[in-house]
DNA sequence: AAGTCACTGCGGCAAAATGCCGCAGTGGAT
DNA sequence: ATCCACTGCGGCATTTTGCCGCAGTGACTT
């Protein structure tokens, strides 16, 4: 049984996330934070994996990672960010981080990377190039997500009229 | 002098870039192939860094990457890919890349990555969250630039009409 | 308890964007 | 010369968007 740290401020998302882990067959320790995290779990404990949140209240997330890193040599860490960029995903990798995959991941695909392969989100995919509307899709989902379901405060950042992402909201996602 | 390898099959690109990198000091040796870049630079040469293009003709690029590593294990190897993602970006470090950028980024941010100082692409960015129109523009020149200037086929991919991308483009983009 | 404030969901309507024709021109390949 | 793919652009019906406004809700204050 693959002991893990669920490390993600997000409450429901993160319960939700470890209710998926568990019933595939994972122990899970939760916490809102790294520092609780570090607290939490004895250092003699076999900790086999971590999945840490970037976007934490105050911390940085990637601040984290060198601690725990110290913390659990061995365990895999995995992070897990909302609004992910190519820089950024670089950055915890050379920090230490062994894989680093978006919030709209499902639980099979965390799974996947906690166990080390990381071929189900690497593999074969040459181009996929999505479409507009299917880009602009995941993007508002993203930026929805992040502004903690706001609407209106999801619109003004996008740029558009409130009443114009409700619509787009309304409306069901491009399939491909 | 830094003695670099450039590898990329957009002649276009390849020599502007060359130009940009000669300029700021280095000495470039251009190929269009990984193959081709192989057997142009006798095993003894001291090759410092390699810029790869992902999306070479035929090639996969990322197979070239085992390759390179081999011939020369010490050089700065930096990917340079003009659609790229999260999942390939890690994929490639992996692999043995150093770095990974966007064909967006500019010549200084290459020489950057080539001169292993990859903070200036991944600092201080904490979350650009870019507007609707702004992701948009930005995807539509890079699918463009990937078909070769072709807006026919830009559309099609996009899953728009042909004359509604010919509008987009006579429009100006948006400023941020 | 009444009041304030931020959000949401929705209707309406003019303005803008889009999809979907078609047509002329151009440059390359046969 | 002929075919073929692409481009630029006009027109037009349809859809989408921006920009109001209004009512309802829940949290928080006075």
Redesign the pocket.
Known sequence: MMKVLLIEDDEAFRSTLAFALKRRGLAVIESPDAVGALALAPAGEAIEGIVLDMRLGGESGADSIKALREHWPSARLVILTGYGSIPEALHTMRLGADDYLLKSAGADQILEALRGNSQGTTRSAPAPVPSL?RLEWEHIQRVLHECG???????EVL?????????????LPPES
Chains 1, 2 share one sequence.
């Open positions: 509307a379901g706001n609407v209106s405060r999801t619109a740029g558009i009229d409130r009443r114009t992402l409700q619509r787009k909201l309304a409306k």
